[in-house]
């Protein structure tokens, strides 16, 4: 199909517009009431028109975004049931095996919140779900703008919130699926205890602090994780996605290269209403993966695992999995604890659970420092890299997700070995050199991967079939298929979001084809 | 006064960027109904569940599916029946002008100083007041949470002559436990759960004839019974899982083997210190007792643990 | 006349009239629950014991013996006294015979590879045969139940049998009985293939790395009281939540969370947005 180069008519002013536009006395009364208090119609006008680029990984953020939404609504319903408190109750609900026994007020509550209200297990698994859904997704954007270079200048601010927010996330979880007070999540707070014991010069008077003495400490360690995770962070959290959104309305999306794109420009759909609905719909989606998750797969059934009291344990014990890095590291760490001059360093737990995070988020913050001093690249950028186009750099981001990723098979190592039925010696072992030695396996052939595919034309572009024929007389014709639906469509030069966007159906007439809608009306 | 008019384009209707992404908008209208019907529906099953008593898992197939068909229609909506573009808009650079940039950094260093002659001295006494009101602020915030640690990490309540009892309160006799058997003990008077934190003590029976656990260790160890303190020393957590023909004890969180015939010395994993042990003994009526405490602290490591 | 009504009442109450026979002809429950001081104390007035031993009828060792011979004798010798393949099997009593014969445990091919939980190759009646002769050998050792246990869990409490589970048994077998890996190659194995008398018999003679939990630690009823635990909420759990995952915890709700969650996501991003 031929496009034809839109022909744009400027108007002169506001009267030949009005004449065009649809006329809506609802809506034109709403924006003159508060344009007439906050002049809000030019810049809203602006606001619709703001241009969204495209591309599907642009949308690993708002899965983040949607689930912390989600976390939001399903907390303020939990925190309407939850008891943040360690006082002893007695059990006289319907689950039977514990019945009469002593238990924190908090485990009672959250027992409570799941077998006697009506839709309080799902929510409550869904909170879960979604808590393990929004650092994932953090996760996955956050790799996505490392891979294509969109934390470069202008944009350190933004990875920085964002390395802040993915922290923050993190500690979230643990405080909030350490609230019920269960055996699984006791053992947690018993290893953090004994973490915070390991800080050289402070780590016991911290330890003494935070818990109010000695481990259980005085019982005030529920309450203050209770009021850290339901207000102290989730403020925190929403100023920070506020300056991270924020920023990005200011500074303007980033975009991959390609017809028309230039550092200069955003190309893609407007705000309104094209990605507002597709983004509801977004929203609505990963709210319905979660709500089913919370209905249909179990998750933390605290129930089964009992009360925390210190004298209690169970085996195959992880962390839920965004703390699964640090598990790794503790179980593989050799014992090498440091006594002398009247002191002990315990470096098999410092190490591994002070030393080795604090090092890992200051490399995240400091990256684009780093890079651009050694790339010795200033410049600003608005236009992403494809990952292939720089093999070192993927490569190194490669070695690091698989890093992390080693040690969070690590920390199921007494799983593991049961389901593969080897030693768990020799699990263990396996790890401790796989860490590292993956990893560089990794990188290296990323490496190579980008090289060769950066050398070769047309990788990664829509291909065009190619039909070949043979002639009776032996010779081969070939024909390259026409582009398919879609195709065509992106190979429009970009022009401005026009002026209205027709939503009455007008009267079809001569020589216009179905579906095709009259954009200027008669006067 | 009304802000001066903005020229806004205008598109002709035949305008490519202007059409719908789907091939056949009638159909793809209906698929949106459908789908958005099912989100309706899906909804009012929630509702319909929920007023007889509800069930998480009929809650969670109904508005699951709901809220995602009813978001896929609105997502299919967006993208197949409205205009996809693409459109452009400009970036305007942000950076200020030179002379605004000169304006500002003056503005900051030259306004604060103006009137201040003594620079220097009253700048550092700003700087003085802020840095310690800064720190003491910390004060309340830190020191306020809790306790000093004291010498809480150094002792336990397992003195000479402490009778070793079980959860409830009984005391063990030698002719509780089978050879091979484990039993978790604690002093008399201290089950209660801030005190078994770090009193709580394992009790092995691991073999038929007499041992000892190290030198020095000779009669620490009556009628084949030996104790150590349950605390892991990685982590803190109870280690509770014994091996009996292997005679180990393994920590389930980081997987530490102790060997229980040789003062529980770490053989595997990251567990630096044996775990410390009770000297018992046997009074006259049989039962068992602490003949001493432990003569180190117990648990994790820490910065004063010499 | 026996209506329907009182059919029904008929067979409880002959099941509690045989274990009230057997009960009180079993030397070795009496002796034991009398003997302890301990932590399994227990006094006059306590309820019934719900497990009692019941000792193999004396017509089971002959054919015992040739089952001994043909299936064991290779490992444990001829006389049960054990060779360097199989260990000594004089005085463990058959309950002991009984718990790894009628899991499956044995009769083991590879002396070399831990045993693990399977059919049993031979019927309910050969094995406690073969238990009748292994007991006839000598006198059970002190420690070692006497007979096969019937249990009877009426009177358990889920609640104490819980607590207790959490206590002696989690660390090992897990919270959910789901099983785990141990050092050098040996694991716990899952509760939810365990018959109730398979876990009184596991608890009473302490099989392989299991620790031996005697009468003077754990009482009659504290051990019924475990077992209802096992066999109820253990091996059929409240999975109010949905699917149980195995029990195994957050590795498995790990996978779920990123793979359908993250990754199912994804997907739908890949849908509404575009390729370049």
């Given at each position: ?324 890095w640090l598990d790794g590291a503790l179980r593989i760490m050799p014992s090498w604890e440091f006594t002398g001059f009247g002191h002990t360093i315990p470096f098999e737990v410092f190490l591994p659970a002070v030393l080795f995070p604090g090092l890992t988020f200051n490399l995240f913050y400091l990256w684009p420092f780093i890079e651009s001093r050694v790339t010795g690249n200033r410049k600003s950028h608005n236009l992403l890299e494809r990952p292939r186009d720089r093999p070192l750099h993927t490569a190194v981001g490669a070695t690091g997700v698989a890093f992390y990723f080693m040690l969070f098979a690590a920390s199921s190592t007494d799983v593991l070995a049961n389901f593969t039925q080897i030693s768990l010696n020799t699990v263990l072992w396996f790890f401790r050199f796989a860490v590292f030695v993956i990893p560089l396996i990794v990188g290296f052939v990323t490496w190579q991967i980008c090289r060769e595919m950066s050398g070769i034309q047309g990788v990664g572009k829509r291909k065009r079939a190619v039909v070949v024929t043979r002639s009776a007389t032996g010779e081969y014709t070939t024909v390259t298929t026409p582009p398919r639906p879609g195709d065509g469509h992106k190979e429009l030069d970009a022009e401005p979001v026009p002026a209205f966007i027709e939503s009455e159906p007008e009267p079809v007439g001569a020589g216009e084809g179905p579906g095709v809608r009259r954009i200027s009306r008669q006067d | 006064m009304t802000a001066t008019p903005v020229a806004y384009p205008v598109a002709r209707f035949d305008d490519p960027h202007m059409l719908p992404l789907a091939k056949n908008p009638r159909r793809t209208e209906r698929v949106v109904g459908i789908l958005l019907l099912i989100g309706v529906a899906g909804f009012a099953s929630y509702g319909g569940v929920y007023w007889v008593g509800g069930q998480p898992q009929l809650e969670g197939i109904f508005l699951g599916v709901g809220l995602f068909g009813f978001g896929f229609g609105l997502s299919a909506w967006g993208k197949y029946l409205l205009p996809q573009g693409p459109f452009v808009e400009d970036r305007h650079p942000f950076a ?211 | ?276």
């Amino acid at each position: 199909m031929s496009t034809t180069t839109p022909a744009t008519q400027s108007s002169n002013g506001p009267s030949a517009n009005g004449s065009r536009a649809t006329k809506s006395k609802p809506v034109e009364g709403a924006v003159r009431w508060l344009d007439d208090r906050l002049g809000v119609a030019k810049g809203g006008r602006t606001m619709l028109d703001k241009i969204f680029p495209d591309h599907w990984s642009f949308l690993l953020g708002e899965i983040a975004l949607y689930s912390f939404i989600i976390l939001l609504a399903t907390g303020v319903f939990l925190s309407l049931y939850f008891v943040p408190s360690s006082a002893i109750v007695v059990y006289h609900g319907s689950y039977v095996p514990l019945d009469g026994q002593k238990m924190s007020a908090a485990y009672e509550s959250t027992v409570n919140l799941s077998f006697a209200v009506r839709s309080g297990l799902v929510i409550r698994q869904m909170h879960h779900w979604a808590a393990d859904v929004f650092v994932g997704a953090i996760a996955v954007h956050m790799i996505r703008i490392f891979f294509t270079g969109a934390f470069r200048k202008p944009r350190e601010l933004n990875w920085f919130i964002g390395v802040t927010l993915l922290t923050l996330a993190i500690v979230e979880g643990f405080l909030g699926y350490s609230l019920p007070d269960d055996l699984v999540s006791g053992t947690g707070i018993r290893i953090a205890y004994s973490i915070i014991l390991s800080i050289p010069v402070v780590g016991s008077y911290l330890a003494s602090f935070v818990f109010g003495g000695n481990f259980p400490g005085n019982g005030l360690i529920i309450p203050r994780f209770f009021i850290l995770h339901v207000l102290i962070i989730p403020l925190v959290l929403l100023g920070l996605i506020g300056a991270h959104l924020g920023l990005l309305v200011k500074q303007k999306h980033t975009q991959f290269p390609g017809h028309g794109r230039t550092e200069k420009n955003v190309v893609g759909t407007p705000m309104y209403p094209t990605f507002i609905l597709k983004t509801t719909g977004f929203l609505f989606m990963v709210a319905g993966v979660l709500w089913a998750l919370g209905g249909l797969v179990q998750i933390n059934p605290i129930w089964q695992f009992g009360p925390y009291t210190p004298t209690r344990i169970s085996y195959a014990v992880q962390p839920d999995w965004y703390m699964g890095w640090l598990d790794g590291a503790l179980r593989i760490m050799p014992s090498w604890e440091f006594t002398g001059f009247g002191h002990t360093i315990p470096f098999e737990v410092f190490l591994p659970a002070v030393l080795f995070p604090g090092l890992t988020f200051n490399l995240f913050y400091l990256w684009p420092f780093i890079e651009s001093r050694v790339t010795g690249n200033r410049k600003s950028h608005n236009l992403l890299e494809r990952p292939r186009d720089r093999p070192l750099h993927t490569a190194v981001g490669a070695t690091g997700v698989a890093f992390y990723f080693m040690l969070f098979a690590a920390s199921s190592t007494d799983v593991l070995a049961n389901f593969t039925q080897i030693s768990l010696n020799t699990v263990l072992w396996f790890f401790r050199f796989a860490v590292f030695v993956i990893p560089l396996i990794v990188g290296f052939v990323t490496w190579q991967i980008c090289r060769e595919m950066s050398g070769i034309q047309g990788v990664g572009k829509r291909k065009r079939a190619v039909v070949v024929t043979r002639s009776a007389t032996g010779e081969y014709t070939t024909v390259t298929t026409p582009p398919r639906p879609g195709d065509g469509h992106k190979e429009l030069d970009a022009e401005p979001v026009p002026a209205f966007i027709e939503s009455e159906p007008e009267p079809v007439g001569a020589g216009e084809g179905p579906g095709v809608r009259r954009i200027s009306r008669q006067d | 006064m009304t802000a001066t008019p903005v020229a806004y384009p205008v598109a002709r209707f035949d305008d490519p960027h202007m059409l719908p992404l789907a091939k056949n908008p009638r159909r793809t209208e209906r698929v949106v109904g459908i789908l958005l019907l099912i989100g309706v529906a899906g909804f009012a099953s929630y509702g319909g569940v929920y007023w007889v008593g509800g069930q998480p898992q009929l809650e969670g197939i109904f508005l699951g599916v709901g809220l995602f068909g009813f978001g896929f229609g609105l997502s299919a909506w967006g993208k197949y029946l409205l205009p996809q573009g693409p459109f452009v808009e400009d970036r305007h650079p942000f950076a200020s002008s030179e002379e605004d940039i000169e304006a500002m950094t003056s503005a900051v260093v030259d306004r604060g100083t103006m009137v201040v002659r003594r620079r220097g001295f009253l700048g550092g006494l700003l700087a003085a007041g802020s840095g310690i009101m800064g720190i003491v602020l910390v004060f309340p915030l830190l020191r306020s949470l809790g306790p000093t640690p004291g010498k809480t990490l150094e002792t336990t309540n397992w003195k000479a002559g402490s009778h070793l009892v079980d959860a409830q309160g009984n005391r063990i006799h030698r002719a509780d436990l089978e050879v091979g058997g484990i039993a978790t003990v604690f002093p008399e008077g201290y089950t209660a759960d801030n005190f078994s934190a770090y009193d709580q003590t394992i009790l092995i029976r691991p073999v038929k004839y007499p041992f000892v656990t190290k030198p020095g260790r000779e009669d620490w160890t009556p009628d084949e019974y030996v104790a150590y303190s349950k605390v892991c020393t990685h982590a803190g957590c109870p280690v509770d899982l014994y091996q009996e023909q292997l005679y180990q004890l393994l920590c389930p969180c980081h997987q530490s083997l102790f060997d229980v015939l040789k003062g529980a010395q770490p053989v595997f994993g990251p567990a630096p210190r044996p775990l410390p042990q009770l000297p018992l003994k046997i009074d006259e009526a049989g039962y068992l007792v602490a003949s001493a405490g432990y003569d180190q602290p117990i648990g994790p490591g820490f910065w004063e643990r010499s | 006349m026996l209506t329907r009504r009182r059919r029904l009442f008929l067979l409880p109450a002959l099941v509690v009239v045989g274990v009230a026979v057997v009960g009180l002809l079993s030397p070795g429950a009496v002796a034991r629950t009398a003997a302890s001081t301990g932590t399994g104390a227990t006094n006059a007035l306590d309820p019934p014991n719900p497990i009692t031993y019941v000792k193999l009828p004396k017509s089971y060792i002959a054919p015992g013996e040739q089952l001994f011979l043909s299936n064991c004798s290779s490992c444990h010798g001829p006389d049960a006294s054990g060779t360097d393949n199989g260990p000594d099997l004089v005085g463990v009593g058959p309950a002991t015979v009984d718990f790894w014969v009628g899991t499956g445990r044995m009769p083991l091919g590879n002396p070399a590879a831990q045993p693990v939980q399977k059919t049993p190759r031979l019927s309910n009646k050969k094995i406690l045969e073969i238990a009748a002769f292994v007991g006839s050998l000598a006198p059970t050792a002190p420690g070692y139940p006497d007979g096969i246990p019937q249990i009877d869990l009426k009177g358990a409490s889920l609640s104490t049998g819980f607590s207790l589970f959490v206590l002696n048994c989690a660390a090992c077998h897990t919270i959910t009985g789901s099983g785990d890996a141990l050092a050098d190659g040996f694991s716990a194995p899952t509760l939810h293939k365990a018959t109730a008398v398979q876990a009184v018999e596991a608890l009473r003679t302490g099989p392989a790395n299991m620790p031996h939990f005697g009468p003077g630690q754990l009482n009659d009823q504290q051990v019924a009281d475990i077992v209802a635990y096992v066999t109820g909420p253990i091996q059929h759990p409240n999975n109010a939540g949905g699917l149980g995952l195995g029990g195994i915890g957050p590795v498995a709700e790990g996978f779920i969370g990123l793979f359908i969650g993250v990754g199912g996501l994804m997907l739908v991003a890949f849908w509404i947005g575009d390729r370049t």
